[in-house]
C-alpha cells in the first residue's frame, strides 16, 4: 500500500514539475539563454514605479533568433502629462550560437538598447537611469532539480550610452527556479561596472554596490504570466536628478502574453 500512495504522488509531483510555457528570455532585466521557438510572440507591459509603462513585443524568427522592439512611457498612469523615453523604439536581438547539452552550456549572443526607469536628458548627459545592456554573450545552463533549475551568467558592452565616460565591460549573473508548474523565483545581480564613476556632475550619484534584484513569475496559463519584481534591493543608486526623497529600490510589475502565429 505505501508503494503505491509512494508512486501516486511521484506522479503528482511530476505533473506539477511540468515546464514553463517557455524558456525565460530574461529574468527580471538581465537576459538569459532561452529563445522564443519560431512562429510564436510574446507581448509584455512592464508596469514601473512613478507610473511608468514599458510594453514591449518579441517575435520567434526561428528557433534560434528572436527579435523584438519596446517603447517606454514615464508617468503614464497618475496625473499631468506622460513623456515617452524617446521619439523611437528600442530594440532587443537575441541569437543562440550553441545549444545547451548534458556537457555545456547554451552560449547567446545579443543587443539590447532598451535601459530601465527614466531616461534622462542634460547638456552633454543623455542615458537611462540604468543603463541599457548594449551588447552581450550570455552562457545558460539548466538542471532537473526537483523542477528545472537554471543558472546563467553574461558579459555586456554598453557603447552608446557613455556620456558619464564609464565604458567598462561589465558581468552578470541569475538563477531561476521552478517552484511548481505555476510559479518560479527569480534572482539576479547586475555588476554595473560600467555604471560606478560618479563624473556625471551630480546628476546620478550610486553607492558602486551593483544592482541586486529578485521576482515571482506566476504562470496563470498556458498564455498568460504574471510576474511580481523588486529591483535594486543593494540601494545602488543614492541620489538622481535633484530628487531629494529618491529611494532606488522599488516594485515593478509585469505582465506577459505568449501566442503562435
Request: aromatic content about 14%; hydrophobic content about 35%.
Amino acid at each position: 500500500m505505501r508503494k503505491i500512495i509512494f508512486f501516486i504522488f511521484i506522479l503528482n509531483f511530476a505533473y506539477l514539475q511540468e515546464e514553463q510555457p517557455y524558456p525565460p528570455l530574461k529574468l527580471i532585466s538581465v537576459p538569459t539563454g532561452g529563445t522564443l521557438p519560431r512562429g510564436t510572440f510574446t507581448f509584455e507591459t512592464l508596469l514601473m514605479n512613478d507610473g511608468g509603462v514599458l510594453p514591449s513585443v518579441s517575435l520567434g524568427i526561428t528557433d534560434h533568433l528572436t527579435f523584438g522592439v519596446s517603447f517606454g512611457v514615464q508617468e503614464f498612469i497618475g496625473i499631468g502629462n506622460f513623456k515617452k523615453n524617446k521619439s523611437y523604439p528600442e530594440v532587443q536581438l537575441k541569437y543562440r550560437l550553441y545549444e545547451e547539452t548534458e556537457m555545456k552550456p547554451s552560449i547567446v549572443v545579443g543587443l539590447d538598447t532598451q535601459g530601465r526607469g527614466q531616461y534622462i536628458e542634460k547638456i552633454g548627459f543623455e542615458r537611462y537611469e540604468h543603463k541599457a545592456l548594449g551588447a552581450y554573450i550570455v552562457l545558460s545552463r539548466n538542471y532537473a532539480m526537483i523542477g528545472n533549475l537554471g543558472f546563467h551568467l553574461g558579459l555586456n558592452k554598453n557603447l552608446f550610452e557613455n556620456s558619464d565616460g564609464d565604458e567598462d565591460i561589465n558581468l552578470f549573473l541569475g538563477f531561476d527556479k521552478e517552484i511548481n508548474r505555476s510559479f518560479s523565483f527569480l534572482a539576479e545581480y547586475n555588476f554595473a561596472r560600467n555604471d560606478n564613476d560618479n563624473n556625471d556632475d551630480g546628476i546620478i550619484i550610486r553607492k558602486g554596490r551593483g544592482y541586486l534584484n529578485a521576482g515571482l513569475r506566476w504562470s496563470a496559463t498556458n498564455n498568460l504570466m504574471l510576474e511580481i519584481n523588486v529591483n535594486d534591493i543593494s540601494k545602488n543608486n543614492e541620489y538622481i536628478d535633484g530628487d531629494e526623497n529618491y529611494d532606488s529600490m522599488n516594485r515593478e510589475i509585469k505582465f506577459i502574453y505568449f501566442e503562435n502565429f
